[in-house]
């Protein structure tokens, strides 16, 4: 049996070289070779350079692609940003075969960018994914995500404690097209189980860990039963980051995370992240160019870069939380500290899991101040907002992940978020 090696070896002894790449396979017409050649080299420089004012300030420097341009461009040590909404093919024959998939490129901007390519792969690298799409920030990737995925009249499985946004959104939109919402708590697998075997479900998706109350899934588990019950199991991560959590390693199909926040790690760009395996990334990949939600490739870039230090970050972020959850627990203004390492955490058993969470928690805990004892009365929501005020270094802002120490009160109750703890400058407390 001959190979692609014992191929190339039989074209190479009759003196034929391989096709080049990006070759549609047929021979162009003396025509179309002709106007290819009119603007190639010397010749297209020419017809730049007599052209008029207004011909020279557009195309001049830009249109020939070539040479010490293009070579810089591959040699560049950093990823070039290319800030471009449209892409150009040389001829016809390019054309054909970009859509017969023998020509990789790029077409237009909202299906895709070589920057935010770069970025996508980094992801994968991280996340063990086989395709990676991120978008313009992390609802957009849970939006599309599930438009993409459930089907009108689908079931949805989801956990209790989540981002209220992406609580609203599976509770107001989804039901639209017939989709069918169960809630369970965090730690009901047997429950999931049960739903699963009894009714099925299109697709699991919860926060690990949750915001804001820092609950902790069985994710080994519940991927298992999805795969077993031909359930799509999808997992945002955006509070344990790959660092400290990897659910694709752990058997689920999905991986989802808002890089607004520890990816990026700075508060100054929007992103959100969708990986894993690779035809369900092609399905909302294709909803995403309709939709629309790109992120742009200069923000593509400053995630990329936030990502060289993600594991300084998150490491130390690590530790810092860490501390402040065991100063906070053992303080008599608290009433109670969420923290997965804490040993009253109710899911403390599966954050102790050392496969499934090696190197820590990241870098939010939430906690409750004891006011007068209850933590529904006036006194207890005052002394609250008296304890954020006092605060000197924490800004009041609903966000997380980056370098600085942000903390804000859930308005409901007496509990206090406390986001990317001590994390200014990656210094310790």
């Not at 919402?181 to 998706?205: H, M, R």
């Not at 300084?312 to 100063?327: G, H, I, T």
Request: charged share 20%.
């Amino acid at each position: 049996m001959s190979g692609p090696a014992d191929d190339q070896s039989k074209r190479l002894s009759a003196g034929q070289s391989d096709p080049e790449p990006g070759a549609c396979g047929t021979a162009e017409s003396a025509e179309m070779q002709s106007n290819i050649e009119r603007f190639d080299g010397d010749n297209r420089n020419k017809v730049i350079n007599a052209g008029g004012t207004a011909t020279k300030a557009v195309h001049g420097g830009e249109r020939q692609k070539g040479g010490i341009k293009a070579r810089a461009t591959l040699d560049a040590l950093a990823t070039p940003i290319v800030q471009t909404a449209t892409f150009t093919f040389r001829n016809t024959a390019e054309i054909v075969a970009y859509n017969e998939g023998t020509y990789d490129s790029f077409e237009y901007g909202r299906y895709g960018n070589p920057t935010v390519r770069a970025l996508e792969e980094k992801i994968m690298c991280l996340e063990g994914a086989d395709d990676c799409l991120v978008s313009a920030s992390g609802m957009n990737a849970v939006t599309t995500m599930l438009l993409s995925l459930v089907d009108q009249n689908g079931h949805v499985v989801a956990t209790t404690d989540c981002y209220r946004r992406t609580r609203q959104f599976v509770t107001t939109v989804l039901p639209k097209m017939g989709v069918r919402l169960t809630v369970i708590d965090p730690a009901d697998v047997d429950g999931l189980e049960k739903i699963l075997s009894t009714e099925g479900a299109t697709l699991f998706f919860s926060e690990q860990i949750t915001n804001p109350l820092c609950r902790v899934i069985d994710t080994e588990r519940i991927a298992s039963l999805c795969r077993r019950y031909n359930t799509i199991c999808c997992i945002d991560t955006t509070f344990p980051t790959p660092i400290n959590h990897r659910p694709i390693q752990l058997g689920s199909h999905l991986v989802l995370s808002s890089a607004t926040k520890y990816l990026a790690g700075h508060n100054d760009v929007m992103c959100g992240v969708l990986a894993g395996d690779k035809a369900l990334i092609e399905q909302v990949r294709k909803m995403h160019g309709v939709l629309g939600g790109i992120v742009d490739p200069h923000a593509a870039y400053m995630v990329s870069r936030g990502l060289k230090t993600l594991h300084l970050r998150v490491n130390q972020q690590n530790k810092n939380a860490q501390a402040m959850a065991e100063f906070l627990d053992k303080h008599p203004c608290i009433e109670k500290v969420h923290y997965p390492s804490l040993s009253h955490h109710r899911d403390h058993a599966i954050a102790s899991q050392k496969h499934q969470f090696p190197n820590g928690f990241g870098g939010v805990l939430s906690f409750e101040i004891r006011g007068d004892g209850n933590p529904w009365s006036q006194e207890t929501f005052d002394a609250t907002a008296r304890f954020i005020d006092a605060l000197k270094i924490p800004y009041i802002g609903p966000s997380l992940g980056g370098v600085e120490t942000l903390i804000e009160q859930v308005c409901d109750a007496c509990t206090c978020v406390l986001y990317a703890v001590g994390c200014a400058c990656c210094s310790p407390l």
